[in-house]
T-cell receptor, first 115, second 112 residues
Framework: DTAVSQTPKYLVTQMGNDKSIKCEQN?????MYWYKQDSKKFLKIMFS???????INETVPNRFSPKSPDKAHLNLHINSLELGDSAVYFC??????????????FGEGSRLTVL | QKEVEQDPGPLSVPEGAIVSLNCTYS??????FMWYRQYSRKGPELLMY????GNKEDGRFTAQVDKSSKYISLFIRDSQPSDSATYLC????????????FGTGTQLKVEL
């Protein structure tokens, strides 16, 4: 059973297009995240939701819009894609208590390539 | 200067070697210190986390934190080819929370 699953795993698209990535976790966690990993493997947080409420919103262009329909799902919609958006986007979740210890459960990532 | 510095490697060692992976950091208020392992084309998975200065052991892995030097280490004993991965250190902000600050990772290759 996949604990944190993301779709699609690979996404190749043209500049200017709009795309979405979906994430679901079956761990019963309340908190979910989007992280971005660039080509140098640097992982940086983008957003975090706790039970459908946005709690972390880093300095991310407003072309990126997260949505959490329920606490098990977190989606990421990106408008007007740019070359610099090419990266691997990871969804993660954390258990109660894990919000202080850094215990995150990551999905396998969605590799976005913008041409 | 990045808040967390980590040598990117690659680090290549023979099977059975003891591996030492390190991170330095600049923010003395970081609270929890984690090591994540990331296999190629996979998501990071948590190996260990520590809070205070000192050592924490889990099987072949030992995490060490030296808050006075702002330096953390991960030691892997009896390294195996299956340990070949990128190892990312990460830290939680002052007051806790999961806005983690990651190092850029050290790529490790354990050769037969």
């Amino acid at each position: 059973d996949t604990a944190v699953s993301q779709t699609p795993k690979y996404l190749v698209t043209q500049m200017g297009n709009d795309k979405s990535i979906k994430c679901e976790q079956n761990l019963g966690h309340d908190t979910m995240y989007w992280y971005k990993q660039d080509s140098k493997k640097f992982l940086k947080i983008m957003f975090s939701y706790n039970n459908k409420e946005l709690i972390i919103n880093e300095t991310v262009p407003n072309r990126f819009s997260p949505k959490s329909p329920d606490k098990a799902h977190l989606n990421l919609h990106i408008n007007s894609l740019e070359l610099g958006d090419s990266a691997v986007y990871f969804c993660a979740s954390s258990p109660p208590g894990g919000t202080n210890t850094g215990e995150l459960f990551f999905g396998e990532g969605s590799r976005l390539t913008v041409l | 200067q990045k808040e967390v510095e980590q040598d990117p490697g690659p680090l290549s060692v023979p099977e059975g070697a003891i591996v030492s992976l390190n991170c330095t950091y600049s923010n003395s208020a970081f609270q929890y210190f984690m090591w994540y392992r990331q296999y190629s084309r996979k998501g990071p998975e948590l190996l260990m986390y520590t809070y205070s200065s000192g050592n924490k052991e889990d099987g072949r892995f030992t995490a060490q934190v030296d808050k006075s030097s702002k330096y953390i280490s991960l030691f892997i004993r009896d390294s195996q080819p299956s340990d070949s991965a990128t190892y990312l250190c990460a830290m939680t902000p002052p007051g806790g929370g999961n806005k983690l600050t990651f190092g850029t990772g050290t790529q490790l290759k354990v050769e037969l």
